[in-house]
């Protein structure tokens, strides 16, 4: 593939191959519980250069860019772009758009107006007031037709990334018959059996980290694992730290108690939909995500770990969050 | 570990309903996981919330009437929630799991 940085395979525990490259901003992974073919790789390949040509804000050819600067109300989009706007609006709705992909404009005023790796990390300028999104309510998808104010800026970072590790899980499990995990920015989807007992996963803030930084490591053998947080890409503007999770309600980044959340969920894109949510809601996130059939990690600013839905508390290396007087 | 939260924020009641009302909508969605693979069947879901009927969002109502395509994801996913396991003693993980 023209332009993509090359894959780079190498052993990952025993029987295991693992291959990473830089993509869509972040790390793109592919392990498999079997030996390598190069048909996996182009497999993926073709998916990550498919969503960064359809969503990439960061790409002026984009498809996603051309929306944004359209000046016309009423723009045909494609199919594929349609397939990632229906899922953004429709856990928009089921959120209570605490996930809105209005926040492009949000995100440009903050600070983060471009590619992460070669944006200013100290910018100068002031951070500017509260103030809401536009809100998803005023997007409409009729069939390929987009209608929306023109210069609403538009985002999909909070959904596209996992549906491109779903996506890719599915085509890999439906043209190979090996066990795989395809990992994007620490967003998993497993595709296949998988070993037996499932796959070994290290959970904690950074997708980048060492196995001596705290965290958990837990076995998954389906679904999708999602970690949002607010402790990894972030930056200064006006003196104040910013990082990329938007509060919708107030155009900032969120301010909550939770710094890291981790989702299981059937799928990478519920996960990473539940965990993005979660830190945005703030202090009513446990309240949201019990009973919703997810298990969830959740780790407090302070470096509490809470344990939801059948998350297991065991190997857990950070201080468990109690209730005042629970414990003897 | 009998482990229990500490948010005594939850003892506001504003938030707490605000919660309690997005838990049920996304329970309800959760529950149906398997279901939700195509858009029609995420229109479905849609108007099995309470109280939200379908038509009253045209955002929603419009992104939800036509069948996904192959770019979207299988929302729907693997089915059942399956909550991750403690690891294998000594096991080495195969993949980290984080903010990017």
């Known amino acids: 593939m023209i332009g993509a940085a090359p894959w780079t395979a190498q052993a990952a525990g025993a029987g295991f191959w693992s291959a990473t490259r830089p993509a869509l901003g972040t790390t793109a992974q592919v392990v498999s519980d079997s030996r390598w073919s190069a048909a996996v790789l182009e497999l993926v390949d073709g998916v990550l250069a498919g969503m960064d040509q359809v969503a990439s804000r960061f790409r002026a050819d984009s498809e996603l860019s051309r929306v944004n600067s359209d000046p016309r109300p009423e723009v045909e989009i494609s199919p594929a772009l349609a397939a990632l706007l229906r899922p953004a609006l429709m856990w928009a709705r089921l959120t209570h758009g605490l996930l809105d992909p209005t926040v492009g404009d949000a995100l440009v005023r903050s600070g983060y107006a471009d590619d992460f790796g070669e944006m200013d990390k100290d910018q100068p300028d002031p951070v500017e007031q509260e103030r809401s999104v536009p809100g998803w309510r005023l997007l409409t998808l009729h069939g390929s037709t987009l209608c929306r104010p023109p210069g609403t800026g538009i985002d999909l970072g909070a959904t596209a990334k996992a549906q491109a590790a779903d996506q890719a899980a599915d085509l890999l499990g439906q043209q190979f018959s090996d066990g795989f995990l395809v990992s994007l920015g620490g967003d998993l989807a497993i595709a296949g059996t998988g070993p037996s007992g499932g796959w070994v996963v290290r959970v904690t803030d950074d997708h980048r980290s060492g196995p001596e930084d705290p965290g958990q490591t837990v076995a998954l053998t389906a679904g999708g694992l999602a970690t949002s947080s607010v402790t990894v890409r972030r930056w200064r503007r006006g003196g104040q730290n910013m990082h990329h999770l938007v509060d919708p309600r107030t155009g900032l980044p969120a301010d909550g108690p939770w710094r890291t959340v981790s989702v299981a969920a059937p799928s990478c894109l519920q996960a990473n939909a539940l965990a993005t949510a979660a830190v945005v809601a703030g202090a009513g996130a446990t309240s949201i995500l019990e009973g919703t059939g997810a298990s969830a990690r959740m780790v407090t600013t302070d470096g509490r770990a809470v344990h939801l839905g059948g998350w297991p508390v065991v190997g857990e290396e950070l201080e468990p969050m109690v209730r005042s007087g629970a414990a003897a | ?100």
């Open chain 2, 1 to 100: 570990m009998g482990q229990t939260l500490d948010m005594p924020t939850f003892n506001d009641p504003e938030t707490r309903s605000r919660g309690q009302s997005l838990q049920r909508r996304v329970t309800v969605w959760m529950g149906l996981g398997a279901m939700v693979a195509t858009g029609a069947a995420a229109a479905a879901v849609a108007n099995s919330i309470p109280g939200r009927p379908l038509g009253s969002s045209p955002a929603a109502s419009s992104a939800s009437a036509a069948p996904s395509t192959a770019g979207s994801s299988s929302v729907g996913g693997a089915g059942a929630v399956a909550a991750p396991t403690p690891a294998p003693a000594g096991s080495v993980p195969a993949v980290t799991s984080g903010g990017s």
